[in-house]
């Protein structure tokens, strides 16, 4: 088997959705004024102790548990020394000999399984800010807890590794163990090519999803254009490449040693048992259990299936409409008015999509009209029963009607007729969509094809 042109493995970091920092009870977050939310143990005081934070750890358990990881019976924490102006102790408190988890995987929307490493627990550093003339720290970031998820070199492109990190998000908000809006998710990629003889480089501390791929991209580009060394480089997104900041280091360099701190922790059955209860259908269960009970369009499924508010909203909707019908609006309509306007699922109205639901499925509404309502709703809250009724938005299915409209677009588009006639089939789909033009879309298509096809025809 031919081994692949590009290697790329991440370490990702998430940052816990937590009231407490890690060790202490300092508020992760409140006031932003630099070094307020500080104490004796993230400001690394002599004598001041750590005292784990049992939800941190419930959070990580559960992602192991989602990820199928083999959680390991003893949690164990280590000391990754390094001297750093971000690290007051010169050490930061981590896992290393014994992780949360080993193993567990990702499977992507394509099918392909991303194998994990590992997954620990750590804290964050503080946060540095430089200048022309100095360093400047805020140490109210120190000890906020984090998650460090470490992938096997599995993945071939820029693209894969965004659709996994994609696919990672989308469970943190199935778990609810990570706020988008307050934390951060950060990687580091470490990436090799064949021409180079899979000489590995780590790009580190890359935010946000599109900087990763953008990242990724130029690095195997470079590698590609450069004779390559092991080393660390980072990130400069307004440059838009990177640049190197140091020789790799080996985890020998970092003197691991068990924290003397805090004691080691049994992970017993029964807790691991309790924390299972919590950990809902994942989105790629729940897109292949619609896909086989309610028969909906796989993409339909793995689509809706990515946000958990849209997908509890189809499930919802689906108990009283057509499950296909549903489907097909929350992921092709519903989702397209949200994107232009900048909303969220819930910003619309759950009662109105029922009541528009059933205008379509009774085909009291065509399509068209559907969509316009829908765009409306995205805007403010209104019945559209109502307004159908008001404004007199009801399906025309009066065949006279329709046979007028057909004459007068032939009448005006000789054309077309005459194509038509001549075998070019697209121009009955002009002659169809002048004729719903001039009706405003309030016609039934399917009434509209069948009434022009036998004028044209007869």
Known sequence: ?????????????????????????????????????????????????????????????????????????????????YFYPDLAKNYQ?????????????????????????????????????????????????????????????????????????????????????????????KADANVSIAARGYTRVEIKNILGFKEIERALTFEIARQRAHEVVRETRGWDAAAGQTYRMRAKEKEEDYGYIFEPDIPSVNISQEYLNSIRTTVPELPSAKAERWVQTLHIDPTDATIISTELALAERFERLAQHHSAILVARWLRRELLRVLNLTGKKVNDVAEQRLHELFDLLEKKTITDKIGQQLIEELAKKEFSPKQRVEEQNLGAIGDVEAIKHACAEEMEKNKQAVADYKAGEEKAFHYLFGQVMRAMKGKAKPDVIKQVLKNILEG
């Open 93 to 185: 408190i981590t896992q290393y000999e014994i992780p949360v988890g080993n193993h567990g995987n990702i499977t992507l929307a394509n099918g392909k399984r991303i194998d994990l490493m590992r997954l620990h627990i750590e804290e964050d550093p503080a946060a540095l800010t430089h200048t022309s003339t100095t360093c400047l720290i805020d140490y109210n970031r120190s000890g906020i807890p984090l998650i460090e998820l470490v992938t096997e070199p599995a993945m071939h492109s820029p693209d894969e590794a965004r659709e996994f990190l994609n696919t990672l998000m989308t469970i943190l908000g199935y778990l609810n163990i990570f706020n988008p809006d307050e934390g951060v998710m």
């Open 1 to 81: 088997m031919n081994k692949p042109d590009v290697i790329i493995g991440l370490e990702v970091h998430i940052q816990l959705k937590s009231r407490s920092k890690l060790f202490c009870p300092c508020p992760t977050t409140g006031d932003d004024e630099p070094n307020t939310r500080v104490c004796p143990t993230c400001l690394g005081h002599p004598g001041s102790k750590p005292l784990l934070n049992k939800a941190a750890v419930d959070a990580a358990v559960r992602l192991a548990l989602a990820l199928s990881s083999q959680i390991n019976p003893v949690l164990n924490f280590s000391r990754k020394q």
